[in-house]
């Protein structure tokens, strides 16, 4: 089956840091994900973004499809940014699962 | 509102009880999804179900049950054969896949946490 890795597993931003999150995936696509799972455990859809570019305030999201990955931008951190963020995939053939990556757990120091 | 609802959001079990998860939706999806999560790991998918009145198992189905006798309902019952029930439990669901260029998001509920004693 596909493959999702997600890079780095952990990262430590002072607050008003900027930082990138990688999302590589072993084959082609129909559609992507980027989830925040806050500290209480509810899973928020960040971008749906199985190609292009998008925006929403101080996230953004690039996913180039040709080249397998995907990268979410957050710009000026914030302490409410901490919690893990999910990268997921829907492959062609899959009977429409989504496949997560592990995850990358964000902590954003005041 | 438009939504996926889990109920209860706290569930505590005495080992060797059957119980059940509640997973509602009134986002007129025919897909819905159970999903496993243990601490500090990732999402492990239990159940899912593309239609009304079918459902296929997902990586760690064992030791649960599942129903969709509804298109809004799709209640997960953790059984007392699944030997390390105690996790969070998360459903979600997004539109069926009819083929071709399809907006597709899948969204989640709150989460239920069952704690076996």
């Known amino acids: 089956g596909i493959q999702v890795e997600q890079s780095p597993p952990d990262l430590i931003l002072q607050e008003g840091a900027n930082s990138t999150l990688r999302c590589n995936f072993s084959?082609?696509?129909?559609?992507l994900q980027w989830f925040h799972q806050n500290p209480w455990g509810q899973l928020i859809n960040l971008f749906y973004?199985?190609?292009g570019t998008k925006q929403n305030g101080r996230l953004s999201a690039t996913t180039v499809a040709t080249e397998r990955y995907s990268l979410l931008y957050i710009s000026s951190s914030q302490t409410t940014d901490s919690g893990v963020y999910f990268c997921?995939?829907?492959?062609?053939?899959?009977?429409?699962?989504?496949?997560f990556g592990k995850g990358i757990t964000l902590s954003v120091r005041p | 509102d438009g939504g996926i609802t889990q109920s209860p959001k706290y569930l505590f079990r005495k080992e060797g009880q059957n119980v059940t998860l509640s997973c509602e939706q009134n986002?007129?999806?025919?897909?819905m999804y159970w999903y496993r999560q243990d601490p500090g790991q990732g999402l492990r998918l239990i159940y899912y179900?593309?239609?009304?009145?079918?459902?296929q198992k997902g990586d760690i189905a064992e030791g649960y049950s599942v129903s969709r006798e509804k298109k809004e309902s799709f209640p997960l019952t953790v059984t007392s054969a699944q030997k390390n029930p105690t996790a969070f439990y998360l459903c979600?669901?997004?539109?069926?896949?009819?083929?071709?260029?399809?907006?597709?998001?899948?969204?989640f509920g709150p989460g239920t946490r069952l704690t076996v004693l």
């Open positions: 997921a995939v829907d492959p062609p053939g899959a009977n429409s699962k989504l496949t």
């Open positions: 979600a669901s997004k539109r069926k896949v009819m083929g071709g260029s399809v907006y597709n998001e899948q969204f």
């Open positions: 084959d082609s696509v129909n559609n």
């Open positions: 986002l007129n999806h025919d897909a």
């Open positions: 973004i199985p190609s």
């Open positions: 179900s593309q239609i009304v009145n079918d459902f």
